[in-house]
Nanobody
């Protein structure tokens, strides 16, 4: 069973950078995509549907997609052993605040959060002005 554990969330000042990490375990399937989503404050009532897609990457790292509004500041990457997926966030803004979730899907997913099969518990990112 796929397990995802996020870490690295923190409280930072606007303009700073932060990297959050997702530890992936339970599968070595090369078809496993891993993505990052975020849920802004006030959207908890919407559940998974309220989570905004940030970026995704396949196991080999050859297929990467970004939220176009964030791609200039955010970067997704995997380590060589494919057990960690990172989200590098630069020039953070207060509106980037929220809970950042790691998700996984077997196959070729879209940015729609409801189709992703596995989810971590999230890590809190707070950006102060």
């Amino acid at each position: 069973q796929v397990q995802l554990v996020e870490s690295g969330g923190d409280s930072v000042q606007a303009g700073q950078s932060l990297t959050v990490s997702c530890e992936v375990s339970g599968s070595t399937d090369r078809n496993l995509f891993v993505g990052w989503f975020r849920q802004a404050p006030g959207k908890e009532r919407e559940g998974v549907a309220g989570r905004e897609g940030v970026a995704g990457i396949n196991s080999a790292g050859g297929y990467i997609f970004y939220n176009k509004a964030l791609q200039d500041r955010f970067k997704i990457a995997r380590n060589s052993s494919n057990n960690m997926v990172f989200l590098h966030m630069n020039d953070l803004k207060p509106e980037d605040s929220g809970i950042y979730y790691c998700a996984a899907y077997f196959g070729f997913p879209s940015g729609t959060p409801g189709m992703w099969t596995y989810w971590g518990q999230g890590t809190q990112v707070t950006v102060h002005s």
